[in-house]
C-alpha cells in the first residue's frame, strides 16, 4: 500500500482503507477482515501499526473482536462511517472546496454538471 498523506499517521491512513472497504461493500456486517499479521504482510506495515489501527477501529464501535477467531465488522458499521464522514466533510472540508471553486470561477451550474458527469461514469 502507498501511504499519501504524510502529516496523517500510517495507522490512520490504514483505518481510513478499513472504513474505504466497508463503504464500498467489501466488508459487510459481521464479516471477518484479516488478521493483524495477514493485514500487516498485505499492505507491507508492522504488525504492531495494525494493531494500533484494530485498536483504534474497536474503540470507535467498527471491528469488535471474537477471542480466538479474529476480527469482524460490527452490525451498523457502513452507517456510522458514512455519517462521520459526512459530517467531517461538511464541517472541515466544504468550506474549502467552496472557496477554491469562487475562485477559480466555477459557477453552481458548471459545478452541478459536472458533478453530474462524475456521477455517471
Do not use: H, W
Not at 477482515?33 to 464501535?61: C, H, K, W
Not at 464541517?91 to 454538471?113: A, S, Y
Amino acid at each position: 500500500m502507498e501511504f499519501k498523506e504524510n502529516n496523517k499517521p500510517i495507522y490512520l491512513q490504514l483505518v481510513d482503507k478499513i472504513c474505504d472497504d466497508v463503504l464500498a461493500g467489501r466488508y459487510g456486517d459481521d464479516s471477518r477482515i484479516p488478521s493483524v499479521r495477514e493485514f500487516a504482510a498485505q499492505v507491507e506495515v508492522n504488525a504492531n501499526t495494525v494493531m494500533r489501527t484494530y485498536d483504534y477501529l474497536q474503540q470507535n464501535g467498527i471491528i469488535y473482536n471474537k477471542r480466538g477467531i479474529g476480527y469482524f465488522i460490527s452490525a451498523g458499521s457502513s452507517e456510522f462511517i458514512r455519517k462521520e464522514r459526512m459530517e467531517r466533510f461538511m464541517n472541515d472540508e466544504i468550506g474549502e472546496l467552496f472557496g477554491r471553486l469562487r475562485l477559480l470561477g466555477v459557477t453552481p451550474d458548471q459545478l452541478l454538471d459536472m458533478y453530474t458527469e462524475y456521477c455517471n461514469q
